[in-house]
């Protein structure tokens, strides 16, 4: 394939991870189970990557598929990706777009389907490429799901995933029509679809019965000599939604069920399953509860009638849920492990935990610079002022490139962006305190750019490593020096400064290490204060809710005391068994 065209899929898929959450909070469409953005990021991740021969993308896009969306979209790109040359587009998308269509038991127009079709239209009608005729005649496609489909006129938006596919098309054309493309905002040219009405909601809940719903959503990979013709009209009686897939004797199975353990067995009599995962669906729904639904589904203002927003890293040990409910971005750095690159808050942490116990690479990249200025620029088409809380400069480039971007594309002084100096637990620490602090100040920015410089300079953590080899593994220490520090069974404490990471002690177990903590907490915190305190672990949630957590509580009654993950991109490097305590004085606690 010609090059300019695997640099395409690369940013049409970049493009696509930009705008995940917001593919996720207009989900309606077969279930409103706010995973589509999700899904179709991990299932194209492939494309993201782009390594090795077609061929083998295509293999690897049968393994990673997963939900309705994930699934249709992989089938499709089975067939773009036959393509060697532009001049190929039209037949490559006939047959991705004709694969799409026969994997789905039950397709329905007003959905991605209407968009892949739609985009054979113009190409059949279109003699030059031109791709702005192209994105316009894939833009009015989605804006037609709302008319096709009753579920999302009456939710009055489009259509998720065909969004999804418009969102990565846009980013796939204008890069091979242009070297250093520029974007409308998806926000202004679909700002009266992106909003679920409140009714359609407590309609949808009241109807779905999500409390007592037991269902699954099944992606699994078999290997089986039934026709895969055959294989959906085999499965149609054990579940819904099915989708189903094929590369030699490989098929990718997606259903949802309320029987899953019956379906499964299903499964296994017509082939050997390679891999199987499950989801609940009641757990996704309940994303759409009547509490949450105003705040992220109705309330949030696609346009800059929102005066001040808070963006972060998600190096920052900020737990994504909780960012959404303080209206919070989080920007991803990508985790590698199995041939796979995923958002940091897309892998299950206790997997790759487990990889790592295990002697598997793991390691860590930052998104692009392309995936990165997107970011920026969404930001501030949603809001009027931004403030961006960076992973402090010494650890990555963020800052760097946060801050060139600003001097070429902010002319009018909407992004705010702050070194904070450090990451982990203390930049999360930072951006919840700054979350908090400006939900009190709505429309003053100075006041919250000045309080994030005060509690910077106040905020501490202290970060607890169990092996040192993972540092090492990371490139972060010497193998000779992690050999001897865990031959030894040093245990090092180190704190996240402006300067890098400072190494502040040496310990001999856990109990030593918490001694360490509640002194360090002593020295800034009166035992009858009501401090913030966040607790991270890793793969020890239960030993520092049970220890950890028990002691500092019983020695600070009054604090609150907020449990959360360490940032997997932090976990990665200093490993399974690291935990990490971050504070801040009472003065700053609200």
Same mark, same amino acid.
């Given at each position: 394939?010609?090059?300019?065209?695997?640099?395409?899929?690369?940013?049409?898929?970049?493009?696509?991870?930009?705008?995940?959450?917001?593919?996720?909070?207009?989900?309606?469409?077969?279930?409103?189970?706010?995973?589509?953005?999700?899904?179709?990021?991990?299932?194209?991740?492939?494309?993201?990557?782009?390594?090795?021969?077609?061929?083998?993308?295509?293999?690897?896009?049968?393994?990673?598929?997963?939900?309705?969306?994930?699934?249709?979209?992989?089938?499709?790109?089975?067939?773009?990706?036959?393509?060697?040359?532009?001049?190929?587009?039209?037949?490559?998308?006939?047959?991705?777009?004709?694969?799409?269509?026969? =994997?789905?038991?039950?397709?329905?127009?007003?959905?991605?389907?209407?968009?892949?079709?739609?985009?054979?239209?113009?190409?059949?009608?279109?003699?030059?490429?031109?791709?702005?005729?192209?994105?316009?005649?894939?833009?009015?496609?989605?804006?037609?799901?709302?008319?096709?489909?009753?579920?999302?006129?009456?939710?009055?938006?489009?259509?998720?995933?065909?969004?999804?596919?418009?969102?990565?098309?846009?980013?796939?054309?204008?890069?091979?029509?242009?070297?250093?493309?520029?974007?409308?905002?998806?926000?202004?040219?679909?700002?009266?679809?992106?909003?679920?009405?409140?009714?359609?909601?407590?309609?949808?809940?009241?109807?779905?019965?999500?409390?007592?719903?037991?269902?699954?959503?099944?992606?699994?990979?078999?290997?089986?000599?039934?026709?895969?013709?055959?294989?959906?009209?085999?499965?149609?009686?054990?579940?819904?939604?099915?989708?189903?897939?094929?590369?030699?004797?490989?098929?990718?199975?997606?259903?949802?069920?309320?029987?899953?353990?019956?379906?499964?067995?299903?499964?296994?009599?017509?082939?050997?399953?390679?891999?199987?995962?499950?989801?609940?669906?009641?757990?996704?729904?309940?994303?759409?509860?009547?509490?949450?639904?105003?705040?992220?589904?109705?309330?949030?203002?696609?346009?800059?009638?929102?005066?001040?927003?808070?963006?972060?890293? =998600?190096?920052?040990?900020?737990?994504?849920?909780?960012?959404?409910?303080?209206?919070?971005?989080?920007?991803?750095?990508?985790?590698?492990?199995?041939?796979?690159?995923?958002?940091?808050?897309?892998?299950?942490?206790?997997?790759?935990?487990?990889?790592?116990?295990?002697?598997?690479?793991?390691?860590?990249?930052?998104?692009?610079?392309?995936?990165?200025?997107?970011?920026?620029?969404?930001?501030?088409?949603?809001?009027?002022?931004?403030?961006?809380?960076?992973?402090?400069?010494?650890?990555?480039?963020?800052?760097?490139?946060?801050?060139?971007?600003?001097?070429?594309?902010?002319?009018?002084?909407?992004?705010?962006?702050?070194?904070?100096?450090?990451?982990?637990?203390?930049?999360?620490?930072?951006?919840?305190?700054?979350?908090?602090?400006?939900?009190?100040?709505?429309?003053?920015?100075?006041?919250?750019?000045?309080?994030?410089?005060?509690?910077?300079?106040?905020?501490?953590?202290?970060?607890?490593?169990?092996?040192?080899?993972?540092?090492?593994?990371?490139?972060?220490?010497?193998?000779?020096?992690?050999?001897?520090?865990?031959?030894?069974?040093?245990?090092?404490?180190?704190?996240?400064?402006?300067?890098?990471?400072?190494?502040?002690?040496?310990?001999?177990?856990?109990?030593?290490?918490?001694?360490?903590?509640?002194?360090?907490?002593?020295?800034?915190?009166?035992?009858?204060?009501?401090?913030?305190?966040?607790?991270?672990?890793?793969?020890?949630?239960?030993?520092?809710?049970?220890?950890?957590?028990?002691?500092?509580?019983?020695?600070?009654?009054?604090?609150?005391?907020?449990?959360?993950?360490?940032?997997?991109?932090?976990?990665?490097?200093?490993?399974?068994?690291?935990?990490?305590?971050?504070?801040?004085?009472?003065?700053?606690?609200?």
């Amino acid at each position: 394939m010609e090059q300019k065209l695997r640099l395409s899929f690369i940013k049409g898929a970049e493009r696509l991870s930009v705008w995940a959450y917001l593919l996720d909070q207009i989900n309606v469409f077969p279930v409103a189970d706010s995973d589509t953005g999700k899904n179709l990021v991990v299932s194209l991740s492939p494309l993201r990557q782009m390594n090795g021969s077609c061929e083998q993308i295509i293999q690897k896009l049968l393994e990673s598929a997963c939900g309705n969306s994930g699934n249709i979209a992989a089938r499709f790109f089975s067939g773009l990706l036959t393509m060697n040359s532009l001049e190929q587009l039209c037949q490559a998308s006939l047959l991705g777009r004709n694969s799409a269509w026969q =994997a789905v038991l039950d397709p329905k127009p007003g959905t991605m389907l209407t968009v892949f079709d739609a985009l054979i239209e113009i190409l059949e009608q279109e003699i030059e490429f031109q791709a702005d005729k192209i994105i316009n005649h894939l833009k009015n496609a989605v804006f037609s799901t709302r008319e096709l489909l009753p579920e999302l006129k009456n939710a009055g938006v489009v259509d998720s995933g065909a969004l999804g596919m418009f969102i990565f098309f846009e980013g796939f054309f204008k890069s091979i029509a242009e070297n250093d493309p520029v974007f409308p905002s998806i926000i202004h040219t679909f700002k009266d679809s992106l909003k679920i009405s409140p009714e359609y909601i407590n309609n949808y809940l009241d109807k779905y019965h999500y409390e007592n719903n037991t269902g699954y959503c099944i992606n699994t990979l078999i290997k089986t000599s039934l026709d895969p013709e055959k294989t959906p009209g085999v499965l149609s009686p054990y579940g819904e939604s099915i989708i189903v897939s094929h590369d030699k004797e490989l098929l990718k199975i997606h259903a949802h069920t309320i029987d899953k353990q019956t379906l499964k067995d299903k499964i296994k009599s017509i082939g050997k399953i390679i891999t199987w995962s499950e989801e609940s669906l009641t757990d996704n729904i309940k994303n759409l509860t009547r509490k949450s639904a105003p705040a992220l589904s109705v309330n949030v203002s696609y346009s800059n009638d929102s005066q001040v927003h808070i963006m972060t890293d =998600a190096a920052g040990s900020f737990p994504r849920q909780y960012a959404q409910e303080l209206c919070v971005t989080l920007l991803d750095s990508y985790i590698i492990a199995e041939h796979q690159a995923l958002p940091e808050s897309h892998f299950d942490p206790s997997a790759i935990y487990q990889l790592m116990k295990k002697g598997r690479q793991v390691s860590t990249s930052q998104a692009s610079v392309f995936e990165r200025h997107q970011h920026y620029q969404k930001a501030v088409h949603q809001y009027q002022k931004v403030i961006y809380l960076c992973t402090g400069s010494v650890y990555t480039g963020n800052y760097n490139t946060a801050a060139a971007w600003k001097k070429d594309n902010d002319p009018e002084n909407q992004m705010a962006v702050i070194d904070t100096g450090t990451a982990s637990g203390k930049l999360g620490t930072i951006a919840i305190m700054c979350a908090r602090y400006l939900s009190g100040i709505k429309k003053n920015p100075g006041r919250i750019i000045k309080f994030a410089e005060n509690i910077i300079a106040q905020c501490e953590e202290y970060v607890f490593l169990d092996k040192l080899k993972y540092l090492a593994a990371s490139g972060r220490l010497s193998k000779t020096g992690a050999f001897f520090g865990d031959m030894l069974n040093m245990k090092p404490v180190i704190s996240p400064l402006s300067q890098g990471a400072k190494k502040v002690g040496m310990v001999k177990n856990q109990e030593s290490q918490i001694k360490f903590a509640l002194e360090k907490l002593e020295t800034r915190i009166k035992k009858e204060s009501s401090p913030f305190i966040m607790i991270e672990y890793t793969d020890n949630k239960q030993w520092v809710n049970m220890s950890v957590k028990k002691q500092i509580q019983d020695y600070y009654p009054n604090a609150e005391i907020f449990i959360c993950p360490l940032s997997l991109t932090s976990g990665v490097h200093m490993g399974p068994g690291t935990w990490s305590i971050a504070f801040v004085p009472e003065d700053f606690h609200f």
